[in-house]
């Protein structure tokens, strides 16, 4: 059995005390004194009557013998055991609603976070339309600031991705009819076939001399492989990848580098229903034709938004934005060819070109890097910010020397390290094309023993999915096709 003391709660205390001082009851007085409880005497108090839990209690006096080695009352489980005073409800009741905001805050900002690929452009769309461009791009800049500070600590703490591939090809791949095999016996008698070009067939792709960036290459840096690409193996490449680490002082700055035959390819251009030509009044059709998806192996992000430099677009017998001189330029012809280099300086209009995509200045011109990549104002955007500094995601194309192209793409990059990404892996002459997520994608299409097309992320890193590209678009991008009819 245990046992509880009669608890001196102050409050009550103050009261019972009053009571006894105003009734005059000496020994009750008494008995509180004895007790610690100790009260001035007021003037005029009503008769108090003690109670615990609601029922009357004695407290003893002269008659009952009390002296100065009186003990209180002990109360057993039997007895009515004083309520332990219970937690103010308004108390409580804050304390709930402050945790449960703190928990929809959580669950808020974690979302918001997921959709930040969606959320970012809307925020940055509604920033210029409220305050302006140069003051978005003054927030921009410092956002990308604080945001390579971040990734910096985080390499130090955690360190930084080996490899942006995926490890495997998450498709089913359609099997290709085995290409004709010749054998040739030396001797033969001279009514055998001729040991030429057009009997021994067309020559594979050249993969370009990479050039080494890092002084501790990582496994896979800088050697071409065709691991997960479509109509691609060792002895048969249409398109070959590797990636680089172009920044010493960011190495967990990736470039992801993809190269494509072009006799075997076809190039397309597609302008948005909103960019470039949107702000001039003139929308593209913005999705790829269902009739093409059989024989597509590729698509990726175009260039920047109509107003943001007036860069130029021509496609499909329109134009979209008018083509300005001196501006990096990548146009393709009716036969399948396709040339990059200055806008009125290497390529001049021709009636055969059937697009044309202007953005910014050249990386890579005559094999090497352009001194123009640091410059500032709007050679690399719209706005008098130096937005070439930018440590952001970026995206460019280019040319080998032999004219097969190429796709680069990568994360903390600035315009010179992109161009010098570019250049070591082989482009002859190269250009940028849009920066920041999410608009920076390389989906590879592969067809499906059912029919369909599954696309896959060039790089594990990218944001968004490849699939955004079989639906309508708001902004321009580029595709490939399969075309072999200039492969001999």
Do not use: C
């Amino acid at each position: 059995m245990w046992w509880k003391v009669f608890p001196r709660w102050p409050g009550r205390a103050d009261r019972a005390g009053d009571a006894a001082l105003a009734s005059g009851d000496a020994a009750a007085e008494r008995s509180l004194e004895l007790i610690g409880l100790e009260h001035p005497r007021p003037q005029h108090q009503p008769p108090f009557v003690p109670t615990l839990g609601g029922r009357p209690i004695a407290l003893p006096g002269p008659e009952d013998g009390a002296d100065a080695d009186w003990e209180p009352e002990l109360f057993s489980d039997e007895a009515a055991a004083p309520a332990v005073p219970a937690v103010r409800p308004h108390r409580s009741r804050w304390r709930r609603v402050t945790l449960g905001a703190l928990v929809l805050l959580v669950l808020g900002m974690g979302a918001l976070y997921t959709q930040r690929t969606t959320l970012a452009p809307r925020a940055a769309d509604f920033s210029r339309n409220v305050i302006g461009d140069q003051n978005t791009a003054r927030i921009e800049s410092w956002y990308f600031t604080v945001h390579d500070r971040m990734d910096r600590v985080k390499y130090r703490l955690f360190g930084g991705t080996t490899n942006p591939f995926a490890t495997g090809v998450r498709v089913e791949i359609v099997p290709q009819a085995p290409r004709r095999v010749i054998i040739y016996y030396p001797g033969a008698a001279k009514t055998a076939a001729a040991l030429i070009p057009q009997s021994l067939g067309p020559a594979p792709l050249q993969l370009p001399k990479i050039t080494e960036l890092s002084s501790n290459p990582r496994p896979g840096e800088g050697v071409w492989t065709t691991a997960g690409l479509p109509h691609s193996s060792p002895t048969d490449m249409l398109s070959a990848k590797t990636f680089l680490r172009p920044d010493p002082s960011r190495p967990w700055a990736l470039v992801g580098i993809e190269l494509f035959d072009s006799r075997r390819i076809r190039l397309h251009m597609t302008a948005g229903t909103g960019d470039p030509g949107g702000y001039r009044g003139v929308a593209g059709p913005g999705v790829i034709p269902k009739d093409q998806f059989p024989n597509l192996v590729a698509a990726w992000n175009g260039g920047f938004k109509g107003q943001h430099g007036n860069f130029g677009m021509y496609a499909d017998g329109t134009t979209y934005v008018p083509l300005r001189h001196g501006l990096a330029s990548i146009a393709v012809f009716k036969d399948g060819t396709i040339r990059i280099g200055d806008w009125g300086v290497d390529i001049k209009w021709d009636p055969n070109m059937v697009a044309v995509r202007q953005n910014a200045v050249l990386l890579v011109q005559n094999g090497q890097v352009s001194s123009r990549t640091t410059e500032g104002n709007d050679t690399w955007g719209y706005v008098n910010v130096n937005s070439s500094d930018f440590i952001t995601w970026r995206s460019g194309v280019g040319l080998t020397k032999d004219g097969n192209l190429v796709y680069a793409a990568g994360n903390s990059l600035s315009a010179a390290t992109l161009a010098k990404a570019l250049q070591a892996a082989g482009a002859w002459t190269a250009m940028q094309l849009d920066i920041n997520t999410p608009y920076v994608l390389l989906g590879n299409f592969f067809q499906q023993p059912n029919g369909t097309l599954k696309g896959e992320r060039f790089m594990d890193t990218m944001p968004d999915s490849p699939d955004r590209f079989l639906h309508m678009q708001e902004r321009d991008f580029m595709w490939l096709t399969l075309d072999e009819s200039r492969y001999h």
